[in-house]
């Protein structure tokens, strides 16, 4: 028996696959505030890859439906740390304009970049904070607090629009950037789960807007139909990978407050560099 040209065997290991990285992704989005859009991001690309989805719009739909699962991940994630009072509410104030109006042009770039936009974008920052988190040193600072007026607000724009482009909740460039300016790795964690709260909803939406003229263009494809998907939105992959990440964020969050600030930092940037590198391999081999 076959359903949307799979068959049900390999319907149920991309079940399983899915919750299982579902489970996975929310525990990742409590620890490193990072919205879980890392991992599930290139997990989906294997997914959508047997499911047949075409190439052009495999890595877009693998964006879209990442921002969506991370909504309720990072929402849990961000009352998680709050209660914690590890979320440094100035720096949300400031940011949260920009990063909006950089989520919407985004969205407006996914509806016409090329397929390898969104890897090199990717590739480019997890490489750049591997390196950063795995051998960086104290000395190795922009300042010694985040800057005030117009460059903190280039920042929010900048971390929204390659968020989007990544289909990450903004952890990584939060991350980065207030720990180059001296903040520590735990309440740079924390405060990057709020964003992530900013960045993946109007994200999300502006993924299915963006998406739209794919289901028209590739009808054939089960898998960008409605009610298969929305856009550059997976409604499958959403509704499997959601509930098991709800689940697993606050455990996350208590390991991230156990972790020490030099092992988080070096378990992140291990991570960064491992996903980065699946998408070399499928820039030079395209696939």
């Known amino acids: 028996m076959m359903i949307a040209g799979l068959d049900i065997k390999e319907l149920v290991e991309l079940a399983l696959l899915l919750i299982a990285v579902g489970a996975l992704s929310g525990f990742l989005a409590g620890v490193f505030g990072i919205g879980g859009g890392a991992i599930l991001v290139p997990v989906f690309y294997e997914c959508f890859r047997i499911a047949g ?4 719009v495999r890595m877009p739909l ?13 929402i849990r994630s ?14 949300l104030r400031v940011w949260w ?25 990717f590739v480019a920052v997890a490489y750049s904070a591997s390196a950063r988190l795995i051998f960086g040193r104290e000395s190795w600072k922009l300042g010694d607090d985040l800057p005030k007026g117009p460059l903190m607000r280039v920042y929010g724009f900048c971390v929204g629009i390659l968020s989007t482009l990544m289909g990450i909740g903004g952890g990584l460039f939060s991350n980065l950037l207030m720990t180059f300016y001296g903040r520590p790795i735990h309440q740079a964690v924390a ?20 998406g739209w003229p794919a289901a028209a263009t590739y009808p054939s494809v089960v898998a960008l139909q409605i009610p298969f998907a929305l856009g550059y939105v997976s409604l499958i992959g959403a509704v499997l990978v959601m509930p098991m990440s709800l689940v697993t964020a606050p455990l996350g969050v208590r390991a991230a407050h ?6 988080l930092e070096v378990a ?10 699946r998408f070399v391999m499928s820039l030079v081999g395209g696939q």
């Open 258 to 263: 156990a972790m020490s600030k030099r092992t």
């Open 78 to 91: 961000f009352q998680a740390h709050y209660k914690r009072g590890a979320v440094d509410m100035s720096i």
């Open 62 to 74: 693998c964006v879209g439906t990442s921002l969506a699962v991370i909504i309720p991940t990072s």
């Open 97 to 121: 304009l920009p990063i909006v109006v950089g989520v919407v042009a985004g969205s407006v770039v996914a509806r016409y970049a090329p397929e390898r936009l969104f890897k090199i974008v």
């Open 268 to 277: 992140f940037g291990c991570y960064l560099f491992i996903v980065g590198s």
């Open 53 to 56: 989805v075409p190439l052009e």
């Open 191 to 210: 405060t990057s789960s709020a964003l992530a709260v900013l960045i993946s909803i109007p994200g999300a939406l502006g993924y299915v807007y963006a």
